[in-house]
């Protein structure tokens, strides 16, 4: 199995695409050598946008952490 990437920072920009709007997130990483790990912007419309962070959250609570 592959070590996953170690999470340095999230960036996150907006943008309006045909009259909608798009929120995307971009991660910059590093392999647990330290090497850089190329990402790409995810988009996704605002509703997505609040399914992810619920989903998230209910994580964290499941953890213990919400």
Known sequence: MTPAPLLQFTSVRTRT????????IRHTAKTSAGLPVTTTWVEMP?????????????????L???
């Open 17 to 24: 695409e045909g009259g909608k709007t798009l929120i995307g």
């Open 64 to 66: 213990g952490r919400g």
């Open 46 to 62: 605002p509703e997505d946008v609040e399914r992810l962070i619920k989903t998230l959250q209910d994580t964290l609570a499941e």
